[in-house]
């Protein structure tokens, strides 16, 4: 059974920083594409970011281009998401997936994922 746990969540003020991470279990990530995601309150289930199963490739949402950085560590199982230049429109539950563009159902059961505030 695949478990996501994501984590490193918190409030922030606008323009700082927090570092996600995703450590994964019951599944190998090196074969995947991984994936950060995030829903506020009230909206759908928003892509942030993919990155490629060796790295060599990452792909960001227009809205956090530039701000944001997806890595990997394969051999700890887990994905990280730093957030920089943090804006309160960044406040959402943030969860990783595997292999999810933001097109459809994700494949898979979501983990609990973590809350990112962003206020003054």
């Known amino acids: 059974q695949v478990q996501l746990m994501e984590s490193g969540g918190g409030l922030a003020q606008p323009g700082g920083s927090l570092r996600l991470s995703c450590a994964v279990s019951g599944l190998q990530i090196f074969s995947y594409v991984m994936t950060w995601a995030r829903q506020a309150p009230g909206k759908e289930l928003e892509w942030v970011s993919n990155i490629r199963n060796d790295g060599s490739d990452t792909w960001y949402s227009d809205s956090v281009k530039g701000r944001f950085t997806i890595s990997r560590d394969n051999a700890k199982n887990t994905i990280y998401l730093q957030m920089n230049d943090l804006k309160p429109e960044d406040t959402a539950l943030y969860y990783c997936?595997?292999?999810?563009w933001g097109d459809g159902a994700p494949t898979h059961d979501l983990g609990q994922g973590t809350q990112v505030t962003v206020s003054a």
């Open positions: 997936l595997i292999d999810w």
